[in-house]
């Protein structure tokens, strides 16, 4: 099993989040030892969703603004597509996940999240999947897109849905814990 302890993970999420998709893996990552940290463009608490349908309120640790992308060493964004749509058009959700990819840091994104990372303007020449629905908009970015439950390209690892979380989880952890060796070498 992986060892993340003292790992920084970033999980970028606002209302609308796949509950599934933020707490399954914050708990995978966490059962690995990694400290986890809810950002958010608000304080307090953000509304999830199981598919269409509200779900619990979860808490954001830390408002996203001004938050400092060195603080953390990997990133990860749960999707669910009211929460994909307004990340996307966030400019410090998309300073945070450019700061986090020009230092090479792991960025692990399932569902709708790839949006944030088009629109951040990061997706051109990367392999990627993503919910199938929105396939277009990455190939039109410039995506090699795949139907395959997890896609990892350099220090990036994409899965499609929430029936993927533990393929996803796998490849996560797997990603960041390469991430941490090389920080030591």
Not at 16 to 27: A, C, I, M
Not at 41 to 63: N, S, T
Not at 94 to 110: C, G
């Amino acid at each position: 099993m992986s060892d993340l302890k003292g790992m920084r993970v970033a999980i970028l999420a606002t209302d609308g989040v796949e509950q599934s998709e933020l707490t399954e893996p914050r708990k995978f990552l966490e059962q690995l030892g990694a400290q986890t940290t809810v950002l958010s463009p608000r304080a307090g608490q953000i509304q999830a969703m199981q598919h269409d349908e509200k779900a619990d309120k979860l808490r954001v640790d830390r408002v996203l603004e001004g938050a400092n992308p060195a603080d953390y060493d990997a990133v990860l964004l749960p999707g669910g597509a009211l929460n994909a749509d307004r990340l996307r058009v966030n400019s410090e959700a998309q300073r945070f996940v450019q700061a986090i990819d020009h230092a090479r840091k792991p960025v692990a994104a399932i569902c709708h999240a790839p949006w944030l990372l088009v629109s951040a303007g990061l997706t051109r020449g990367r392999k990627m999947t993503s919910y199938y629905t929105i396939q277009d908009d990455l190939r039109n970015a410039g995506v090699d897109w795949k139907d395959e439950q997890v896609v990892q390209d350099r220090n990036w690892v994409s899965s499609r849905q929430p029936s993927d979380i533990p393929a996803f989880n796998r490849a996560m952890a797997e990603l960041f814990t390469q991430a941490t060796r090389n920080k030591v070498a």
